[in-house]
C-alpha cells in the first residue's frame, strides 16, 4: 500500500498549523510573553472560521446585521494575527480585547446570542496577558459591566431578529470550550515556566561549580610562582644572598614571573572556556612534552625539597584528550606528590601504553595515606592533610582531576600506604599519529 501521500499532507498540515500558531513568536521573546502570544493565537485561529460560518448562516436566514459583526469579528481575529506578525503584540490584544467587547455587547444584547459568555472569554484572557493590575480591574470592570447589561437589559429592535433557542446553547457550549482551552493552556505555560525555570537553576549551580574549579585552577597554578618569589624576595631583603649569586637569582626570579604570566595566560583561557560550562575539548598530542612542562612548573619546589623525579615516558607516546585538563591533572598529581614526599625523596613519573589507554603514574615515597582516608579523596567529606613542609591544601583539586578524566572517558586509581607513600595513576584514551601528506 502506498502510504506517501498521506504522511506527506499530514506533515505538510501539522508545519502550517505550527507556523500560524506561533506567528508572532520570536526566539529572542521572554518566555512568558511567547507563550501569551501563543494563547492569543490560539483563540483568534479557531474563531475565524466559526464566525465565518455564522456569517454565512445568518445570511441566509436573513440576520444580515449580525452576519456583518459574524465577518466583522473574523476580519478582527485575522487583523490580531497579522499585527503579531508585525511584533506589535500590544495593539494586537488591544484590538482584540476592545473590539470583541464592543461586538460581544451589542449582539448579545440585542441579537439575545448568549455572546455574553464570550466576555467571560475576553476577561479570563485578560487576566493571563496583562500584569497591570490597573489595567486589568479596569478592563475587568468594563466586561463584567456589559455582560450585566446584557443579562439584566436585555433589548429588542425590529433590525435584530432573535436567534433561535438551540443556537443560543451552542454559543454558550463553545465559549464553555473556549474557557477549558484558555485554562488548559495557562495551565501548561506554567508547567513550561517552572522547567524553564529549573533549568536556569541547574545552569546556575553548573556555573558556581565551574566557578569553584576554576578557583581551584588558579590556586594551584599561581600558588607555587608565589610562594617562590616570596622566598626569594625575603632573601633579597635580608641580605642573604652574596652579590655574586644576584644575576642567578634574578634570573630565577624572571622565570618565575613568566611561569606566572603563563599560568593567568591559562586562567583567562579557561574563562572564556568556560563561559557555558566546562567542556573537554580533545586533541592529539604527545605526552612527553607536557610532562616536561609541568616538572618545568614545579622546578623551584623540586630543589628546594632535595626531591629526585625519575621519568620515563615513550618519546611517541600520544593521549587523545583536552590538553590543558590533562595539564591540570598532572600538576594536582605532581603538587600532591612534592606536598607529602620527605626531602630528598623521590619521585616516580611513569607513563605506557595499556590497550586503547595510556596509564599514567606518580608515584611518591612520602607519608602516605590510610584507607579511610583513599576513600574520600574524591569527594567533598575528605580533610586534607599538612604537607611534610606543613603545606595545606583545599581537596578541591582532586575532586577536579576525577571530573577532567571522566569528561576525556578516563579513570583514575589510586594506591597508598601509610609512611609508605602514594601512586595517583590516570587512564585516559591513547593518542593517534596522523601523518600529514607525503610523509
Known sequence: ???????????????????????????????????RTKLLNLLAIPCIPFMLFFAVLNCSQGRYLLAVFNLLTSCINVFVLWLHWKQRYLSARLVAILCSVVIYTFTG????NGAEYFLLNILLSCLLVYDNKWLNAGLGLLIISAFL??????????????????????????????IIVALSFFKHIQSDYQLEIEKQREALATMNKDKEKLFSIVAHDIRSPLATLEILLDMFRKGEYPEDEMEEAAAILHKKISQLGGSLDNVLRWSSRSMKGIQAQPVNFYLGP??????????????????TVETSIPDDLMLYADKDQVSVILRNFLSNALKFSYAGGVIELKAQAVGAQVGIGITDHGTGMPPTQVLNLFSYNQSPGYGTGGERGTGLGLILCKEFAQQNNGTITVESNV?????????????????????
Open 109 to 112: 444584547l440585542f441579537f439575545h
Open 149 to 178: 447589561v446584557i443579562v439584566l437589559m436585555p433589548q429588542h429592535w425590529y433590525l435584530a431578529d432573535p436567534v433561535p433557542r438551540s443556537r443560543v446553547w451552542a454559543n454558550i457550549a463553545t465559549s464553555l470550550v473556549f
Open 290 to 307: 607536557l610532562a616536561t612542562e609541568v616538572l618545568y612548573f614545579f622546578e623551584m619546589t623540586i630543589q628546594q625539597k632535595g626531591i
Open 419 to 439: 609512611d609508605k607513600g602514594t601512586r595517583f595513576t590516570v587512564y585516559l584514551p591513547v593518542g593517534i599519529t596522523v601523518l600529514k601528506e607525503g610523509e
Open 1 to 35: 500500500m502506498h502510504k506517501g501521500p498521506p504522511g506527506y499532507l499530514y506533515q505538510l498540515t501539522l508545519r502550517t498549523w505550527n507556523y500560524i500558531v506561533n506567528v508572532g513568536v520570536s526566539p529572542l521573546m521572554p518566555f512568558i510573553e511567547s507563550r
